[in-house]
């Protein structure tokens, strides 16, 4: 079982990682709405790549991690 300072540390990591996703996501939706760094359609595709990868980090797979912590 986890001891209650590895909880806060793993909450901690938890909240800060999600914060960093959630940068990333911006920083991609800015350069897909400025279209500057966009020059053909393979780098839309890779940054829509990149903003749906993170974006089933942040929804799916924190959830998942949770459930099977919590199963433990």
Do not use: C
């Amino acid at each position: 079982m986890f001891s209650k300072s590895m909880q806060t540390i793993s909450t901690h990591f938890e909240a800060e990682l999600k914060k960093l996703i959630e940068q990333e996501q911006l920083r991609i939706a800015e350069v897909l709405s400025g279209g500057q760094a966009v020059k053909d359609y393979a780098d839309y595709r890779y940054y829509v790549g990149r903003f749906h990868a993170l974006s089933q980090v942040a929804d799916t797979f924190f959830g998942e991690v949770n459930t099977i912590i919590n199963k433990r």
